[in-house]
């Protein structure tokens, strides 16, 4: 826990995020980076052959994106957290959109509301357009102080 | 189709995905609208710090692939159907050290949209860790790029990428 306590607050002071997303090890195997804007966290996902589903057009695996979006309001949420700790995924539901084809992705997680116990989260995704996004999602985390995931150390 | 030839085509769809192939995701039995796929235990989904199984997101990758997967199982030709919706239930966390099997299920194909359920679970099918549903779209006029159809349909003509 006294790490990622350490992380958070490194991370919100320096507003480099990415030593805390490299603490998830698929979102190391996606390649997921972490891009601060002033308030806004823009999370991108660089085109990499590794994440291909169909090798033909070529596009995006629909899970990697999927799995992407979940990973974005995670770290959203962690990072808004007053306790440090990360929040553990109740439910997670997406509409696929477009295509996601092989090139730089980015996300943007809206945390509608957060609770004592539950985190609501809205996801989009998008790669040429924020108007014109690939999947837009919905999710809720269990914030519960006794169930957030310990980070050993 | 017998299973042979369902768990031939499902292979072939797994194996020609990129990223299935980097994390190791295979078929364990198929047959008539229904699928089994595992996800085995590897370091690179292996945390050293964080002492709580955290797959993070690849839970969400693997009932994708194998709602996808059993789409093929219920269609007597190969079509690439792109996932409408998908929505997951978590249950319970998964144990780091056992891999993840998911049992997926295409329950119902109409002339648009396919409807799958599956769940996720290690050592009992009864306990599951996640359920989920998804919605896929047929393409319109069974139309689907040949080159990727022959791929997975197999035959003399067939390589896998």
Same mark, same amino acid.
């Given at each position: 826990?006294?790490?990622?306590?350490?992380?958070?607050?490194?991370?919100?002071?320096?507003?480099?995020?990415?030593?805390?997303?490299?603490?998830?090890?698929?979102?190391?195997?996606?390649?997921?980076?972490?891009?601060?804007?002033?308030?806004?966290?823009?999370?991108?996902?660089?085109?990499?052959?590794?994440?291909?589903?169909?090798?033909?057009?070529?596009?995006?695996?629909?899970?990697? *994106? #999927?799995?992407?979006?979940?990973?974005?309001? $995670?770290?959203?949420? +962690? @990072?808004?957290?007053? =306790?440090?700790?990360?929040?553990?995924?109740?439910?997670?539901?997406?509409?696929?959109?477009?295509?996601?084809?092989?090139?730089?992705?980015?996300?943007?997680?809206?945390?509608?509301?957060?609770?004592?116990?539950?985190?609501?989260?809205?996801?989009?995704?998008?790669?040429?357009?924020?108007?014109?996004? *690939? #999947?837009?999602?919905?999710?809720?985390?269990? $914030?519960?102080?006794? +169930? @957030?995931?310990?980070? =050993?150390? | 189709?017998?299973?042979?030839?369902?768990?031939?085509?499902?292979?072939?769809?797994?194996?020609?995905?990129?990223?299935?192939?980097?994390?190791?995701?295979?078929?364990?039995?198929?047959?008539?609208?229904?699928?089994?796929?595992?996800?085995?235990?590897?370091?690179?989904?292996?945390?050293?710090?964080?002492?709580?199984?955290?797959?993070?997101?690849?839970?969400?990758?693997?009932?994708?692939?194998?709602?996808?997967?059993?789409?093929?199982?219920?269609?007597?030709?190969?079509?690439?159907?792109?996932?409408?919706?998908?929505?997951?239930?978590?249950?319970?966390?998964?144990?780091?050290?056992?891999?993840?099997?998911?049992?997926?299920?295409?329950?119902?194909?109409?002339?648009?949209?396919?409807?799958?359920?599956?769940?996720?679970?290690?050592?009992?099918?009864?306990?599951?860790?996640?359920?989920?549903?998804?919605?896929?779209?047929?393409?319109?006029?069974?139309?689907?790029?040949?080159?990727?159809?022959?791929?997975?349909?197999?035959?003399?003509?067939?390589?896998?990428?």
């Amino acid at each position: 826990m006294q790490q990622l306590l350490e992380l958070v607050r490194q991370a919100q002071e320096s507003g480099d995020y990415q030593p805390l997303v490299d603490l998830i090890p698929y979102a190391r195997v996606l390649g997921v980076q972490c891009e601060c804007y002033g308030e806004e966290i823009i999370f991108r996902l660089p085109a990499n052959p590794g994440n291909i589903g169909n090798p033909t057009i070529p596009a995006i695996h629909g899970g990697v *994106i #999927a799995s992407f979006m979940e990973l974005t309001a $995670l770290f959203q949420l +962690t @990072l808004q957290l007053s =306790q440090p700790g990360l929040a553990k995924i109740i439910d997670f539901s997406l509409d696929y959109m477009r295509a996601g084809l092989d090139r730089d992705t980015f996300a943007i997680c809206d945390v509608s509301r957060q609770g004592r116990r539950v985190g609501n989260c809205s996801v989009l995704a998008w790669q040429e357009r924020k108007s014109k996004p *690939i #999947a837009q999602a919905r999710a809720h985390f269990l $914030l519960d102080a006794g +169930t @957030l995931m310990p980070v =050993q150390r | 189709m017998t299973q042979e030839e369902y768990a031939g085509r499902c292979t072939r769809f797994l194996n020609a995905q990129p990223h299935m192939m980097k994390l190791g995701i295979r078929l364990i039995q198929a047959e008539k609208g229904r699928a089994v796929l595992v996800l085995p235990v590897q370091p690179q989904l292996i945390s050293p710090v964080l002492d709580t199984y955290l797959h993070g997101g690849v839970l969400t990758t693997l009932v994708d692939a194998a709602s996808s997967v059993s789409t093929l199982c219920a269609l007597d030709r190969f079509e690439l159907c792109p996932t409408l919706d998908l929505r997951i239930d978590h249950m319970r966390t998964p144990a780091q050290s056992q891999p993840l099997y998911v049992s997926a299920e295409c329950y119902r194909v109409t002339r648009s949209v396919l409807f799958t359920r599956a769940s996720v679970y290690q050592d009992d099918p009864e306990r599951p860790v996640a359920y989920a549903i998804a919605t896929f779209m047929r393409p319109e006029g069974g139309s689907i790029e040949s080159e990727f159809r022959r791929l997975i349909e197999g035959g003399d003509n067939a390589t896998i990428a």
